[in-house]
């Protein structure tokens, strides 16, 4: 059974801390994906990875980072956490290929930062 | 860039009937896939549905089809017989066809659909 699981699924921080979610997957998947879930928003792309120790920025990268030094697992970031990236943290991933392969979600992490 | 808007922020169906959301997306392609993912209330996000761009008939999945009409960039899920268990958030994606970058998916911002027994 295809598997996509994350460190935490819930997690309190202080301003200013640095902060490590963890994701890990079972599928053998060449991509892996972090996203951020706030109401009204849906789902915007934080970075993602296409290979091991390959990455890319999405659309609201600033303030992450990403690490991915084995392919079933993809770190995200928080280098100095700040109160406005309290939210939901999807992770994801997927096959490469030129063909519609969905993207299996983890169970998410919400996030409070203090 | 490409986007996706989900013009309902919220829906409701009676059990056993049908309820259809709308999605529109703004591309440049020719070349792409669309789906609609589902998240249930605390429950981690699945795929319903998807469709390749190329192809003309509409993907169905047992009680839910889409009705993908590429000229006008729509791409609309269908619910028929809705049951109990539809109730969640519902997300409609774009990825561009191709590989490396592309493999990243654009969400619109959900539709929650509410089923009333």
């Known amino acids: 059974d295809v598997k996509v699981t994350q460190s935490s699924r819930y997690l309190v921080k202080r301003t200013g801390e640095k902060v490590f979610l963890e994701c890990v997957q079972d599928m053998d998947h060449e991509n892996m994906f972090w996203y951020r879930q706030d109401p009204g928003l849906g789902l915007r792309l934080i970075y993602f990875?296409?290979?091991?120790?390959?990455?890319e920025k999405g659309d609201i990268p600033e303030g992450y980072s990403v690490s991915r030094e084995k392919k079933e697992r993809f770190s995200l970031i928080l280098e100095s956490a700040s109160t406005n990236q309290t939210s939901m943290y999807l992770c994801a991933s997927s096959l490469s290929g030129d063909r519609p392969y969905e993207q299996y979600f983890g169970p998410g992490t919400r996030l409070t930062v203090t | 860039a490409q986007t996706v808007t989900q013009s309902q922020p919220e829906m409701s169906v009676q059990e056993a009937e049908t309820v259809t959301l709308s999605c529109t997306y703004d591309t440049s392609e020719s070349d792409y896939y669309l789906f609609w993912y589902k998240q249930p209330p605390s429950r981690q996000m699945i795929l319903v549905i998807r469709?390749?761009?190329?192809?003309?008939q509409n993907a169905t999945e047992n009680r839910f089809s889409v009705n993908f009409q590429k000229a006008a960039k729509s791409f609309s899920l269908k619910i028929s017989d809705s049951q109990l268990g539809d109730a969640a958030m519902y997300f409609c994606a774009y990825r561009s066809a191709g590989g490396g970058s592309n493999y990243k998916l654009t969400f619109g911002k959900g539709t929650l659909l509410t089923v009333n027994p």
């Open positions: 990875s296409y290979d091991v120790k390959m990455k």
């Open positions: 469709q390749e761009a190329y192809k003309q």
